[in-house]
């Protein structure tokens, strides 16, 4: 989730990451300057910070290529007590797609939990990624899903491949597919969402939210692309997704959350930080058992 403005230069950068760190203190400050001085080099290059509301992680994203890279992550992952076998995984994933485009995502959460996740962007045919997985030893039902879910999203392709550790949990996996959107296009995409909430028995009420704010976060009239995002672990798939879209406006936002206790809000003091009017990216996720929740990105660009 990239764009092409010019992005802060270092020391603007690092002072953004510390101020947003220092302003949510589930980011020790230690480990703050830390990822400044192991990825500075990454992260004056493409940054987005990143909040969730309903105790989603704080912390932030960006982009890394080669071994080197990947040896820096895994020293993350072990003072992170990400178990051997875990590792294992990521170095796995890294060598599948010869440590190329790695998007790294950095994340606390309160009662010192932290979420490492590692996703390339790569797009490699689905039935390949569905293939690796399986020799993995993922559910065979698992992948069967998936592959319904990317021919409903009428993909051959996976844009990001994925796998994430937060504390306490097993290894999970995340693949992202992109819909690009055009006045034809409009209606199919709403259509293949329909499909998805059904297939993950989104209850109706929530269903008509979706129908009711896509067009304020996807304008029919403005091209762009949006992301729909599926995990899962070796015994089946999470029962939930998100749709990311870009550029959404604090007014948007607050359309679909509904008006704010206080302000500013998380979304409008992310804005704020990164120099930004809009977010970067909202992620709308929907769950199975529970009501939608939201993660926000922003990138970190150079004021104008």
Not at 6 to 27: E, F, G, K, M, S
Not at 131 to 158: A, M, N, P, Y
Request: glycine share 6%; net charge neutral.
């Amino acid at each position: 989730m990239t764009t092409s403005a010019a992005h802060l230069n270092p020391p603007i950068a690092r002072t953004t990451w510390l101020r947003l760190a220092q302003d949510y203190p589930v980011v020790p400050a230690q480990e703050a300057e830390a990822i400044w001085d192991d990825f500075g080099g990454e992260m004056q290059q493409y940054c987005e910070l990143i909040a969730g509301a309903k105790g989603n992680p704080v912390g932030l994203m960006f982009r890394g290529q080669g071994q080197l890279f990947t040896d820096r992550v895994d020293r993350w992952a072990d003072a992170w007590n990400v178990p051997a076998a875990d590792r294992g995984q990521l170095t796995a994933l890294a060598e599948r797609y010869a440590h190329t485009n790695a998007f790294l995502k950095l994340g606390w959460k309160a009662g010192a939990a932290r979420l490492l996740e590692v996703s390339y962007r790569r797009r490699p045919p689905v039935r390949r990624v569905l293939h690796d997985f399986f020799v993995q030893g993922v559910d065979k039902e698992c992948l069967q899903r998936i592959l319904w879910l990317s021919r409903v999203l009428q993909k051959e392709t996976v844009h990001f491949v994925g796998a994430a550790h937060q504390s306490g949990e097993e290894l999970s996996y995340k693949l992202s597919f992109s819909q690009f959107i055009t006045a034809e296009s409009y209606a199919p995409v709403v259509a293949r969402i329909l499909a998805i909430l059904e297939h993950f028995s989104i209850v109706p009420p929530h269903q008509n939210t979706f129908l009711q704010f896509h067009p304020q976060l996807c304008p029919p009239d403005r091209e762009g692309t949006i992301f729909l995002s599926f995990s899962f672990t070796p015994h089946g798939l999470h029962p939930h997704f998100q749709i990311d879209y870009p550029q959404a406006s604090p007014r948007s936002i607050q359309q679909v959350m509904g008006p704010p206790a206080v302000r500013p809000t998380l979304y409008e003091d992310l804005c704020q930080k990164a120099g930004l009017d809009d977010l970067s990216y909202l992620g709308w996720r929907f769950h199975t058992d529970a009501p939608p929740s939201f993660n926000f990105y922003a990138d970190i660009y150079q004021p104008t």
